[in-house]
């Protein structure tokens, strides 16, 4: 009997039609960052691996591809199996792997809904991949200028692919950071109007006194000062696209005015008795709920239904995580471009590169709730802390680019003495086992065990970064939170040694969670 994984409850119908299937997200050679492997034979019951001989990753839109073939990765296998609506994976002995930062230890189970999200997989330390749901490989589409092969981003080029060529107004609709100015650029550039003016509006830094002026223009004289006319941003966008950005932002009376010459076609400058008619495409872009807004009384319902001739809604970053790869390589190739580095990329695929996969994969597992934008950042900081070579570290990033969500593990400076340092003769790094058992007879604390091993915090972070056996309270879930707490009686210190991470992570881990 033919036996299939069946989709995820609540928001998956779409699993129907995809298949359990791996995404480089980091690999040594960057050119393999994307490369895709579906896993059908667990849609037929059957079992599947990875390797380093096995399976073949092939880039989105390629007839050929390989495996993963890197000297890092095992040629012992790590197992998938199905099971029921999700995968087992289990690794034959020997094999070194990750999964959701931390390591399999013994066959972990995951559900479909794990599955949907993503699931980071580490394989030897360099490469990173994503068990996520892929739908079955389609006819290439144009680019439209956007990074990116998911499903998720293929669906948009569909709806920019189904629309440019139309006459109607177009509302973008998607968080902040997911891009909406390039998606209106690219319905401009495959439009019949790509020659002519774009012009970007924001409709929240519009006041409403100049709204008119702004929009419309002004002929000369109009007030004080007013000595010679001025095009308004309709006239200018004459022939071409108008861009209205936050459009939601924008106060009831410029919303009336909006309204007018969407219906009417014509803009009168401020001052003068005439009337213009104008010939221009208007896309508009929201990350508020229009919807809501007008069953409010915020935002006019008729105006609403104006601009939206047809909707487009932008996927935010954690619903294409298997973008994640490919957008922070091209980001960085760009970053350090720009720094007249780009020779650094090669050295990504050295014995020590500065661009640790713990890093990756970590990254690969955060939600991005400033989207591309914030991703952009990050990148441009992995770019410049990273000059002459120097590994970059998640305990060194800036609170401000992630959040207390990305840095839990971050102690406070030790108000205790200077810590010991190992003597010269005393340099050897602690074996694993040793750091280890620091770890657990200090109770996770990060500075007790600096002290007791004698070597710096810094030194300690690098080290359990590289630990594939010890995780970070980033990796706890709630449920775990919740049944340690009924089990230690809410005592933190008894959850954080039950837990294996630390007292403070854990806190923060908890108020980040909302765990009470």
């Known amino acids: 009997m033919r036996s299939t994984l069946r989709p995820a409850r609540g928001g998956v119908a779409r699993a129907r039609w995809t298949v359990p299937s791996l995404t480089v997200v980091f690999h040594p050679d960057t050119r393999r960052i994307g490369g895709c492997a579906r896993l059908v034979d667990l849609l037929d019951g059957r079992g599947a691996a990875v390797s380093r001989l096995e399976p073949v990753f092939m880039d989105p839109g390629a007839l050929s591809g390989e495996p993963l073939a890197h000297r890092s990765v095992s040629r012992r296998k790590l197992l ?261 580095e780009l020779r650094r990329i090669a050295d990504l695929a050295g014995p020590d590169p500065w661009l640790p996969a713990s890093v990756i994969a970590a990254l690969a597992r955060y939600d991005w709730p400033g989207n591309v934008r914030q991703l952009c950042n990050v990148a441009r900081h992995l770019a410049i802390a990273s000059r002459g070579g120097r590994p970059v570290h998640l305990q060194e990033f800036p609170p401000g680019l992630f959040g207390e969500s990305m840095t839990a593990r971050l102690e406070p400076p030790s108000g205790a003495g200077p810590s010991r340092r190992r003597t010269p003769a005393d340099t050897s790094i602690p074996s694993n086992g040793e750091l280890l058992a620091a770890l657990r007879s200090n109770g996770w604390r990060t500075s007790a065990t600096a002290r007791q091993l004698g070597i710096s915090r810094t030194t300690l972070y690098k080290l359990i970064d590289r630990h594939a056996a010890i995780r970070t309270a980033r990796d706890v879930s709630a449920d775990e939170i919740r049944r340690c707490k009924a089990a230690c009686g809410d005592d933190l210190e008894a959850m954080a040694a039950a837990l294996e991470v630390s007292p403070r992570g854990l806190l923060l881990r908890m108020r980040e969670l909302r765990v009470d």
């Open 80 to 340: 998938f199996e199905p099971r029921g609506d999700g995968v087992r994976l289990q690794r034959e002995a020997g094999v070194g792997v990750s999964v959701s930062g931390a390591a399999l230890a013994a066959p972990r189970d995951l559900s479909a809904e794990e599955i949907e999200r993503g699931v980071v997989i580490e394989l030897g330390d360099r490469v990173v991949l994503l068990l996520h749901r892929l739908g079955p490989p389609a006819a290439p589409l144009p680019r439209f200028g956007l990074v990116g092969d998911s499903d998720a981003l293929e669906r948009l080029r569909a709806d920019i692919g189904r629309v440019a060529d139309l006459p109607v107004p177009v509302l973008l609709r998607g968080e902040s950071g997911t891009g909406k100015e390039l998606v209106a650029r690219a319905i401009q550039q495959a439009s019949p109007r790509a020659r002519e003016a774009f012009v970007s509006v924001s409709m929240a830094a519009i006041p409403s006194a100049l709204a008119a002026s702004e929009l419309f223009g002004y002929a000369p004289g109009a007030f004080t000062g007013a000595s010679r006319g001025h095009a308004g941003y309709f006239a200018q966008a004459h022939g071409g696209t108008l861009f209205l950005d936050e459009v939601g932002e924008a106060p009831p009376d410029v919303q009336a005015m909006l309204l007018r010459v969407l219906e009417s076609h014509e803009t009168q400058p401020l001052g003068s008795t005439n009337r213009a008619k104008v010939d221009v495409r208007v896309i508009a872009a929201t990350e508020s709920d229009l919807d809501a807004d007008v069953r409010e009384g915020r935002f006019r319902g008729s105006l609403l239904h104006r601009l939206a001739g047809y909707q487009i809604a932008l996927p935010p970053l954690r619903e294409r995580r298997d973008d994640v790869g490919r957008l922070l390589s091209y980001r960085l190739a760009a970053e350090l471009k720009s720094l007249g």
